[in-house]
């Protein structure tokens, strides 16, 4: 089981983005699926939630700019960032709480390698 993300690049502030994970392998269920960024020199952190029914959240610094969705079909998550700022560049990382097809079923926690998004004119 892994975590796919694309979307990343380079863009001027105030443009848009949108970053993509996709989860893949033998799962059962997808259940939370997270977005967290670390900015160069700094902490990880997180930047946005969202739990199987749809329930979502994301954190202040990013509120009115960014949305989070998901494809439950497709097992994918996407964070649609809007206003972008260049305290916005960081390596944007997928995080994922995975069922899988296991006997017994087994509950595990996914990350992605994390994809780099650069606001910057």
Do not use: H
């Not at 994922?96 to 650069?118: M, N, Q």
């Amino acid at each position: 089981v892994q975590l796919v993300e694309s979307g990343g690049g380079l863009v001027r502030p105030g443009g848009s983005l949108r970053v993509s994970c996709a989860a893949v392998g033998t799962i059962f269920r997808v259940n939370d699926m997270n977005w967290y960024r670390q900015a160069p020199g700094k902490a990880r952190e997180l930047v946005a939630v969202t739990t199987k029914d749809g329930s979502s959240n994301v954190v202040n610094a990013v509120k009115g700019r960014f949305t989070i969705s998901r494809d439950n079909i497709k097992n994918t998550v996407y964070l649609q960032m809007n206003s972008l700022k260049s305290e916005d560049t960081a390596v944007y990382y997928c995080n994922a709480d995975i069922l899988l097809s296991s006997t017994p079923p087994r509950d595990l926690e996914v990350w992605g390698e994390g994809t780099l998004v650069t606001v910057a004119s």
